[in-house]
């Protein structure tokens, strides 16, 4: 057995931060949960209302934003600022001390732009290996504090870059796997990895690795939910104890060990 501390890093999804009253509950679960914790959070549909509101269109490929210079002042304005203060504010209120961060706070996250191949996705950022600074998130983490990421990261030479939220949860669960237990928990708006897409209690409670394969060959798990599990395995290939899949309104159940679908090797 390890003699290292627990880790939990939830990524929370659009459907949640659009949603006030949802968000609202699942703060309150997360503040409950114990033990050293990190969210990460994207930005829903705030900020292509903003853009909106000051002339500016999203534009989308794929559900991938395309952000060019403008449109990242909107998403680091929204992502990073209003979004990411109104968590960290929310969750001190239920007496958890949040620290909200970028990639850019602490050197926390680099990442490089996103090479122009069939599309020019802007200032988007990819993360490389080794791109997360972890002894400076252990400090934070060491110290009582609870990081709340939004989806900005840096390059190092000033740039900041958009980078996907699940990409950056997966990187923090990566990056500190060696100084803890890290169990990652990806929160979206359906009770699990299910047998039958239309039946929501249909949760398939375990995945290993060697059935994941069979899933989709079967066309159990497909099209959106195949990189979802692929990105989770990674992580666990990497060092990540184990990923979770579940509903974001179902946090509290994680205690006892019934949230979503758990995947591990």
Avoid at 3 to 31: H, M, Q, R, W, Y
Avoid at 191 to 210: F, Q, R
């Amino acid at each position: 057995m390890s003699n290292l501390s627990d880790l939990n890093i939830i990524k929370i999804g659009g459907n949640v931060i659009d949603d006030p009253a949802k968000l609202e509950t699942f703060l309150e679960k997360f503040a409950a949960l114990p033990g050293k914790k990190i969210l990460v959070h994207g930005g829903g549909k705030i900020a292509t209302r903003i853009a909106s509101d000051l002339g500016l269109e999203a534009k989308m490929v794929d559900g991938r934003r395309i952000t060019d210079a403008e449109m990242l002042k909107v998403v680091t304005m929204v992502y990073a600022g209003l979004t990411n203060k109104s968590v960290v504010a929310n969750l001190q209120k239920y007496g958890c001390d949040a620290i909200g961060l970028s990639g850019a706070d602490g050197n926390a996250i680099k990442a490089v732009k996103r090479p122009v191949r069939e599309i020019d996705y802007g200032f988007a950022g990819d993360i490389l290996a080794d791109s997360v600074n972890g002894h400076a998130i252990r400090r934070f983490l060491e110290s009582g504090f609870t990081p709340v990421f939004s989806a900005i990261t840096h390059n190092g030479s000033g740039q900041l870059l958009n980078t996907n939220a699940d990409t950056i949860a997966s990187a923090l669960a990566v990056g500190l796997a060696s100084s803890y237990n890290v169990s990652l928990l990806y929160c979206f708006e359906k009770d699990g990895v299910l047998l039958d897409v239309n039946d929501n209690t249909s949760v398939i409670e375990v995945i290993k690795k060697a059935d994941f394969t069979s899933l989709k060959e079967k066309h159990i798990v497909h099209e959106g939910m195949i990189p979802k599990l692929q990105n989770a395995f990674d992580a666990i290939n990497k060092g990540v104890r184990s990923v979770f899949i579940g509903n974001a309104d179902n946090l509290h159940l994680y205690q006892q060990q019934k949230f979503g679908t758990r995947l591990t090797d």
